[in-house]
């Protein structure tokens, strides 16, 4: 549980990426608890920040639970939660995140994109992927709810 795959990835990390059930991410926390404040060789992400980005709304709420200073801090390319959460398009953790008390929704991060931005990116790649793919209406307009400003600054 300490240590690291070929790809500096912890089992935590990993776990998370293969949408592993919130139980079992529980006991890898339990058996390594220094795991949620190490990022991954791959992207300097922390578990909290793949979470957002493809994990499901109950993994981010736990791991946010442990790591509450996370909230509102960026990683090393000024990326925040929020900025995770639309870059992997994931709604219901973008919903979740725009309850919270944060400020990271007019943070631009060192790519100069807001989350909007990722957010739309990411809904514009999936064009074409099957009938599937999720209603992102409501998403854009809770973003766009929480920052005007995003029309004026796009």
């Keep these: ?4 795959d070929s790809k ?3 089992p935590l990390h990993n776990a998370i990426r293969d949408g592993t059930p919130l139980g079992t991410i529980k006991l890898l926390i339990k058996g390594n608890p220094n795991a949620i404040d190490i990022p991954d060789d791959i992207n300097g992400m922390l578990p909290l920040d793949i979470a957002s980005e493809v994990g499901t709304v109950g993994i981010v709420k736990y791991l946010a ?3 509450l200073d996370r909230l509102n801090t960026c990683d090393m390319n000024n990326n925040y939660l929020l900025h995770h959460a639309c870059r992997g398009g994931n709604c219901e953790v973008i919903l979740y995140l725009l309850e919270t008390p944060m400020s990271s929704v007019s943070e631009r991060n060192d790519d ?5 931005h990722l957010f739309c990116k990411f809904v514009n790649e999936q064009e074409g992927e099957g009938d599937d ?6 998403t854009i307009w809770r973003l766009l709810t929480a ?7 796009w």
């Design 1 to 4: 549980m300490r240590t690291t």
């Design 8 to 10: 500096g990835s912890l």
């Design 65 to 67: 639970e442990l790591s």
């Design 112 to 116: 100069d994109m807001l989350p909007i």
């Design 133 to 138: 793919k999720p209603d992102y209406t409501e």
């Design 147 to 153: 920052y005007p400003e995003t029309v004026m600054n």
